[in-house]
T-cell receptor, first 117, second 113 residues
Framework: DTEVTQTPKHLVMGMTNKKSLKCEQH?????MYWYKQKAKKPPELMFV???????INESVPSRFSPECPNSSLLNLHLHALQPEDSALYLC????????????????FGPGTRLTVT | DQQVKQNSPSLSVQEGRISILNCDYT??????FLWYKKYPAEGPTFLIS?????DKNEDGRFTVFLNKSAKHLSLHIVPSQPGDSAVYFC????????????FGTGTRLKVLA
């Protein structure tokens, strides 16, 4: 099973709403990622969890709050978003790389298309 | 500052011919490179990777070439098929920053039947 699943596929929310994006993988990967992708742009890294601990936060505004409840699940909690936060949110997972060893490819989910009104 | 660049936003190739997608990088610390394919409304799919200790890696119709001195890599697809039509991203990472992949801007490949 090389699948990363994400729910929901589409989400429309108002600026005062609270919502969550969910991501799940069963490949035994211990690194999980959130990316944001705007139209005609490359994916931009937001957060990385390694062994369920937050290891990278790319200076993401606090209205985005990640959570990794266990090794298979990754959530992104959303609150008080702005219209410019509308984008495709991608989850990915990989084996964590060793500091002096090879890195590993990431497996991406299909994404959640988020629209903030 | 875009550390990974794909200077051709689009490319059209006839079915059966070779597709060559290019990627340039500026950070000499990058030592692992990947290519992803992305269809609309889907997440990127891993295609092929190469470590800086190699200059070529092949997997079926896909070959990646790395020229470290020029900080350049390319993806060759031979023969190209209509199903290869997608956006292709190259990505790079550095030892010590192994969780952090920097993506290029993408090249839209269209294979004409």
């Amino acid at each position: 099973d090389t699948e990363v699943t994400q729910t929901p596929k589409h989400l429309v929310m108002g600026m005062t709403n609270k919502k969550s994006l969910k991501c799940e993988q069963h490949m035994g990967h211990r690194a999980m990622y959130w990316y944001k992708q705007k139209a005609k742009k490359p994916p931009e890294l937001m957060f990385v969890y390694s062994y369920e601990k937050l290891s990278i936060n790319e200076s993401v505004p606090s209205r985005f709050s990640p959570e990794c409840p266990n090794s298979s699940l990754l959530n992104l909690h959303l609150h008080a978003l702005q219209p410019e936060d509308s984008a495709l949110y991608l989850c990915a997972s990989s084996h964590p790389g060793a500091d002096r060893g090879p890195t590993y490819e990431q497996y991406f989910g299909p994404g959640t298309r988020l629209t903030v009104t | 500052d875009q550390q990974v660049k794909q200077n051709s936003p689009s490319l059209s190739v006839q079915e059966g011919r070779i597709s060559i997608l290019n990627c340039d990088y500026t950070n000499s610390m990058f030592d692992y490179f990947l290519w992803y394919k992305k269809y609309p409304a889907e997440g990127p799919t891993f295609l092929i990777s190469i470590s800086s200790i190699k200059d070529k890696n092949e997997d079926g119709r896909f070959t990646v070439f790395l020229n470290k001195s020029a900080k350049h890599l390319s993806l060759h697809i031979v023969p190209s098929q209509p199903g290869d039509s997608a956006v292709y991203f190259c990505a790079a990472s550095a030892v010590g920053g192994t969780y952090k992949y920097i993506f290029g801007t993408g090249t839209r490949l269209k294979v004409l039947a």
